[in-house]
């Protein structure tokens, strides 16, 4: 690209608030009702994760995979490609997340519970029921209809939030290594929601933003891991 | 020296009539059924002298909708509005998302205004440009598009050889080139000069007024036309001045908004050829047409439009 320097965000957007929204509309209602699925393996590594089984963490690791997998394949690639031809680069950013997922749960000793509960495991916490929660009301006071609300597992910004807090909170090292995808992404949803107008930017920007922060605190202290029982 | 004077100065009283002679506004019947027994104002393309209605449709974001059935019910619409208006020139670019599709969609709904389109697209690739322009054809649903341009210089070197050669085997009607928001203006200028171009794009409105110092000048002198993009620098520009009322003086050139106000300024340019606003609903697109009627304004009118907005 020439003179790159000179384009702005708005001048590589190719499209419209309402088309972006209109979007999400036609992508639920093409998955339904994937919805229910993808919804209980959003939540699933907060309940997986209150133990250190292997099999918890391992599962809990794959089910944070599929929700990367599910989002490349379904939004990303089969629908959000067609109205931006960036969005397939998006698409195997997001397998490739899926892929370090997998890995991520595989050898013993990356992931495991948190022993103590300091501002780091707190802020984790937050910022997986922010996007758990409260990115879908968001939205809706963004002016979205209840139709085209981003869900957490089916849609990039809230999956790549969820995925920020529960892996700061888990994640024993190398934490930057499993977050860089996530921690981009909220960096280019968030300035595509400014660059649109939504009032819903300061979500994956904050997130960006307070995960940074997080990963800045000093080391703490996990639980060792009990008995392999996967 | 303001851009405004520069221009005026740029060419000369005879150069001027030697740029209203080839390419002046003329009035025609419209071809739109809404426009029985109007006029339209139009330009001559100044390599034919094919005339072109000065106000065209442009297709950046509004027209990428993707499979959206009411988005591409809402554009047809737009595009329906548009030929009834009076309208010819419909621009895209393969970079532009889905609105080729949009646009070939459109205009499969509406086959009996085929034979107005004026179609407008643009190569931009690294390479395979016959491959890619191919494919926006098929996309348009037209048999050959009347212009190709090369997408903000991309890959100039290749891509133009290539559309002239289409030209000469008379695949394409006219060749251009295209910049925007004031990128690469050095090399449009070149290229101007040394190449046989039919067409240049650029961005043009009221308040980017630097292309009047040489681009258009040397659009004029070798006999090149030009079509507008971003005259309202993408929205912001009307939606600024919508805060401050109309002058009244806006209703001798037969103007009863701002988006009429600043097509006027725009295509009231002796150089211009036409201008491509954007949007996706019909009001607007309405209110754009309208530009198309009544005078334009003469050059010490087109001053104190500069300086009315200046002011506010």
Redesign the interface.
Known sequence: M??WW?YRP??L????R??YY??FE?YHASVWPAHLALVLASAAPLVLLRGDARWRVRLAAATLALQWLWVAVAFHLA?FA????FATYFGWAFLAQAALLLLMGMPPGVMSVPRAWGFRERGAAALVLFALLAVPLLGLLAGRSWRQIEIPGMTPDPTAMATLGIVILTATRARIFWLALPIAWCLVGGVMLWTLGSVEAVAPLGAAALAAVLLLIGNRSHRRHGPDHG | MSPSDAWSRALSRREMLAVLAAGGVTLFSARGRAQTGASSLTRRIPSTGEELPVIGLGS???F?????P??RARCTDVVRAFFEAGGRVIDSSP????SQEVIGHAMAQLPAAMPSLFSADKVWTGRAGAAQIEESRRRWGVRRFDLLQVH???NWEDHLPLLLSMKAAQRVRYVGITTS?G??HGDIERLLRTQPLDFVQITYNIVDREVEERILPIAADRGIGVIVNRPFR?GPLVDRLARHPLPAWAADIACANWPQFLLKFIVSHPAVTCAIPAT?RVEHLRENMGALRGPLPDDAMRRRMIQYVERL
């Open positions: 020439d003179e000179t708005s001048d957007l190719l499209f419209s309402e088309t209109g979007l036609l629908h067609t109205i931006n031809p | 950046w974001i509004t990428n909708v993707g499979r959206d009411r988005g970079m532009y998302g889905s903000n210089l991309v928001e990128r690469r993408g996706s």
